[in-house]
């Protein structure tokens, strides 16, 4: 979902040509058993708590709304909350990187 193409400005003064990259973006696997807290994150991926560095954290009372909304309770909205929270550090990782 964050992946960023490479640029003219990225492989400046090297041997290499944009087109060299032209259809590299990276195929990910996604496990059915995933499938559903992907597409939670990917429904609400606006939803940050910002501050002044930028996003700090998902808002999980959205994510809690949706969950049970969708009637996920007990053990499986603890593994999905789980499940979200591996996702939201990725991402963090991601859009924090410079």
């Known amino acids: 979902m964050y992946y960023t193409p490479v640029t003219a400005a990225d492989i400046a003064g090297t ?10 973006e990276p195929q990910v696997e996604v496990w059915e058993e995933n499938w559903g807290v992907l597409m939670l994150f990917r429904t609400y991926s606006t939803q940050w708590r ?7 954290a998902l808002d999980y009372n959205v994510f809690h709304h949706a969950l049970d909304r969708r009637g996920v309770r007990g053990e499986q909205f ?21």
């Open 50 to 56: 910002v501050g002044a560095n930028g996003p700090m």
């Open 15 to 24: 041997k290499y040509t944009l087109a060299d990259f032209a259809g590299n």
């Open 78 to 98: 603890e593994e999905w909350i789980d499940k979200l929270g591996t996702i939201e550090v990725a991402a963090l990782k991601h859009l924090h990187t410079k």
